[in-house]
């Protein structure tokens, strides 16, 4: 058996319905995006439309940061296969609710419920992540599901255009799609979570249960959480402000605003994929430098865009840097984590993604007052292209910054000092 290979470990149902229920979350939010230019043309006697409709997109992450932690607490004590049926109840009947609801509180009421069922389908992916697979394995799976939640990203981004184009209600029946998800992962983990049930029984009555309970790593927490945040801030810029730029410059077409958005997303595919390869050569924070970096560069070359094309390069270059970073936050945070706590870990990085995705109209507003929304770009580009640069050097200048937790690695795998805080090479034996 290879040891290294997820499907192979877990086999094909296990893996592939992990990473299904991983693949929900990307269109918790961005699903809509092609729709709000009608959505605003709806509610145009809406006063402060402009920011409802934002606001609209990223709610669900408000109730997601509510109810993450809370949840992923309850995953690591009761049974998850009432938490996941109660999850995808909640996530289809907040996510259609557009279908139908007449005003705008209506839908803003529920897109709050689509968040608490986001929140348990996410915090469940990420905890039978850190569950099921460890060390290499761990990697290459946390790859392949970058690689999954970006290819249904381009799936729903591609789908909900197309219906937005039909109508601007038409995205929202996109979110029935949880529905035999759910009902997968519900029969191929059943066996999975019996045995988590036991174990956590044989711990309950084991004599070292008087034992004290394992810390939980904060201090790598707080330098993912924040990190997580500001991605999270960056990425949703592009679907509740670039949809206005597009129209600046002429782009009108929901369908085709939809492929763009989809086609960042298809760029970050190959650097999911390959992120177990990566993490051969490049430190934790050397992929976290080079995400902002890339990041940075695609915003300010939206910025400056004088047409269309140019801005097709720019989401590109934004989905190279996307791709790798994502896994890289999972795998650096539950490398630190006590089994007995990665619910707990799962809900806390689920909180910080969220957060960022609900604040990041919040934050882009007074660029956008200030400096018009090209220069918003521009600006939001400037700032990770130095964080960037601010990474690399305390990555150089601190140990334990640049180190990566990994109990199940032998020490000679931890990254040292600069250059090779950065850079990894292996040995020539590896």
């Known amino acids: 058996m290879n040891e290294t290979n997820p499907f192979a470990l877990r086999g094909v149902r296990v893996t592939a319905s992990v990473l299904l ?3 929900m979350t990307i269109m918790a939010n961005a699903t809509i995006a092609p729709s709000l230019p009608g959505l605003k043309a709806h509610f145009a006697g809406v006063d402060g439309i402009e920011t409802l409709s934002a606001m609209l997109l990223t709610l669900p992450s408000l109730s997601i940061m509510l109810a993450a932690g809370p ?4 995953a690591d004590r009761v049974d998850r296969q009432k938490i996941l049926a109660v999850s995808a109840l909640l996530y289809a009947l907040g996510g259609t609710s557009g279908l139908w609801a007449v005003t705008l509180p209506q839908m803003l009421i529920g897109r709050f419920i689509l968040g608490i069922g986001v929140a348990g389908t996410m915090t469940l992916a990420m905890a039978w992540a850190a569950d099921l697979w460890a060390g290499a394995a761990r990697e290459r799976y946390l790859g392949l599901q970058g690689a999954a939640m970006s290819a249904g990203g381009i799936v729903v981004m591609l789908a909900g255009g197309a219906l937005a184009a039909l109508h601007w209600r ?47 790593p904060w201090r790598v927490f707080a330098l993912v959480g924040p990190l997580s945040f500001l991605f999270m801030v960056t990425f949703y810029i592009m679907p509740t402000r670039l949809p206005f730029l ?64 140019t801005v097709v390069l720019a989401v590109v270059i934004m989905g190279a840097g996307m791709g790798p970073s994502m896994p890289n936050y999972t795998t650096y945070m539950m490398a630190s984590v006590p089994p007995s706590q990665r619910g707990r870990a799962a809900g806390l990085l689920t909180t910080s993604f969220f957060a960022g995705q609900f604040a990041s109209p919040l934050v882009t507003a007074p660029l956008v007052t200030a400096f018009q929304l090209s220069g918003a770009f521009e600006t939001m580009g400037v700032a990770l292209l130095l964080l960037c640069v601010v990474i690399a050097i305390r990555a150089g200048t601190s140990r334990r910054m640049g180190q990566m937790t990994r109990p199940e690695a ?10 090779a805080t950065i850079f990894r090479i292996p040995s020539s034996g590896t």
């Not at 949840?71 to 309850?74: D, H, P």
């Not at 032998?410 to 250059?419: E, F, L, T």
């Open 246 to 309: 597009l129209e600046g410059i002429g782009v009108t077409n929901a369908a085709f605003v939809g492929a763009i958005m989809a086609l960042m997303t298809l760029a970050s595919v190959p650097g999911a994929l390959l992120y177990g390869q990566v993490r051969r050569f490049l430190s934790p924070m050397a992929i976290f430098a080079w995400s902002y970096g890339l990041m940075g560069a695609g915003l300010i070359l939206i910025g400056m865009a004088p047409g269309v094309w």
């Open 71 to 74: 949840i992923g607490a309850l």
């Open 410 to 419: 032998p020490v000679s795998d931890q990254p040292s000092r600069w250059p």
């Open 170 to 216: 038409g995205a929202f029946a996109v979110y029935v799609i949880v529905v035999p998800v759910a009902a997968l992962a519900l029969m191929a983990l059943a066996p999975e979570n019996r045995r988590l049930l036991a174990e956590r029984k044989e711990r309950r009555e084991s004599p070292a249960q008087s034992a004290p309970v394992e810390p939980f």
């Open 21 to 23: 229920l991983a693949s």
